[in-house]
T-cell receptor, first 107, second 117 residues
Framework: KNEVEQSPQNLTAQEGEFITINCSYS?????LHWLQQHPGGGIVSLFM?????KKHGRLIATINIQEKHSSLHITASHPRDSAVYIC?????????WGAGTKLIIKP | GAGVSQSPRYKVAKRGQDVALRCDPI?????LFWYQQALGQGPEFLTY????????KSGLPSDRFFAERPEGSVSTLKIQRTQQEDSAVYLC???????????????FGSGTRLTVV
């Protein structure tokens, strides 16, 4: 069993829809990252959180340490949000990565 | 520089050829990481440097893989006698703190896509 599980693996939605991507992990962590990877591009760190909730623009990330679960939400989704979203948990100095969720937003 | 720079951006190697991948971290960043990302997968940890010291190389898949950071800044990942299964994106990340604390983030490079034919 993978230590970090993401769902769904693939998600296609219409512009404007509310998007939720989930991440569950099975190990003790010190922080959790949500990252965005565009095709052919590098990885951009969106959030790092260890408790509660963070918001940047249309992106919201939440984490429940007791349940070992985090969610990434995108409000008013736009085609430029199309990318792979990766959840990674931080244990000591290492990041343990999920396989990613490929998001496609259609106009 | 302003970000983590990796070169080359793309590399095609013939099976058996040696390759060297370069990472220029953000100036002053103490921690440097290499990750390997196979197609459709999340990145896998390869190795970690704190300044010039390679503190963890547990993720290197075989003794054909070698990484160095001799002056505590630029790092090179070398793969000897490349095999087709080495085809992947190799990502470099740096962080200001040694053993990054939970309040520290990572800055990633754009990666080097290695294709072994």
């Amino acid at each position: 069993k993978n230590e970090v599980e993401q769902s769904p693996q693939n998600l296609t939605a219409q512009e404007g829809e509310f998007i939720t991507i989930n991440c569950s992990y099975s190990v003790g962590i010190s922080a959790l990252h949500w990252l965005q990877q565009h095709p052919g591009g590098g990885i951009v760190s969106l959030f790092m959180l260890s408790s509660g909730k963070k918001k940047h623009g249309r992106l919201i990330a939440t984490i429940n340490i007791q349940e070992k679960h985090s969610s990434l939400h995108i409000t008013a989704s736009h085609p430029r949000d199309s990318a792979v979203y990766i959840c990674a948990v931080k244990r000591n100095y290492q990041l343990i990565w999920g396989a990613g969720t490929k998001l496609i937003i259609k106009p | 520089g302003a970000g983590v720079s990796q070169s080359p951006r793309y590399k095609v190697a013939k099976r058996g050829q040696d390759v060297a991948l370069r990472c220029d971290p953000i100036s002053g960043h103490v921690s440097l990481f290499w990750y390997q990302q196979a197609l459709g997968q999340g990145p896998e940890f390869l190795t970690y440097f704190q300044n010039e010291a390679q503190l963890d190389k547990s993720g290197l898949p075989s003794d054909r893989f070698f990484a160095e950071r001799p002056e505590g800044s630029v790092s090179t990942l070398k793969i000897q006698r490349t095999q087709q299964e080495d085809s992947a994106v190799y990502l470099c990340a740096s962080s200001l703190a040694p053993r990054p604390l939970k309040t520290e983030g990572y800055t990633f490079g754009s990666g080097t896509r290695l294709t072994v034919v």
